[in-house]
């Protein structure tokens, strides 16, 4: 039974010879003489007034996070469309609930200002 993941250990293997192999290419082949100049961050030629690490708004993440789960929204759709009519009544009950659940997340981001930017 174990003989079976024989040929899984070897891809393992090899995958794991080939990342440790780029890792130290890039070591032995990068830039070997790293100066002041070229180690600071690139600025289009203008000089920074304030710094690069600043602090985002909690607003801006759950923005984000929203989007991506419309998105995702938008994924299942497109399935439960081609499959409409051999899902039949089940399908069709089974995607309100899915659109209800998802209206009702979007009326609780609503109320709550998650659409505010101020």
């Given amino acids: 039974?174990?003989?079976?993941?024989?040929?899984?250990l070897i891809y393992v293997l090899i995958v794991l010879g080939l990342?440790?192999?780029?890792?130290?290419?890039?070591?032995?082949?990068?830039?070997s003489k790293p100066h002041k100049k070229k180690l600071a961050p690139y600025e289009s030629g203008i000089i920074p007034?304030?710094?690069a690490l600043r602090r985002l708004s909690v607003r801006f993440y759950?923005?984000?996070?929203?989007?991506?789960?419309?998105?995702?929204?938008?994924?299942?759709?497109?399935?439960?469309?081609v499959l409409?009519?051999?899902?039949?009544?089940?399908?069709?009950?089974?995607?309100?609930?899915?659109?209800?659940?998802?209206?009702?997340a979007l009326a609780y981001v609503w109320r709550n200002g998650g659409f505010d930017w101020e």
Avoid at 1 to 8: A, I, Q
Avoid at 69 to 79: G, L, M, N
């Fill in 1 to 8: 039974m174990l003989e079976s993941y024989v040929p899984l």
């Fill in 19 to 31: 990342i440790g192999a780029l890792v130290t290419l890039s070591f032995v082949l990068g830039p």
């Fill in 49 to 51: 007034d304030t710094p």
């Fill in 62 to 81: 759950l923005t984000a996070m929203l989007f991506i789960i419309f998105d995702v929204e938008a994924v299942f759709f497109y399935p439960w469309a």
């Fill in 84 to 104: 409409l009519r051999q899902l039949k009544w089940f399908g069709l009950i089974e995607m309100l609930v899915f659109m209800g659940i998802l209206l009702v």
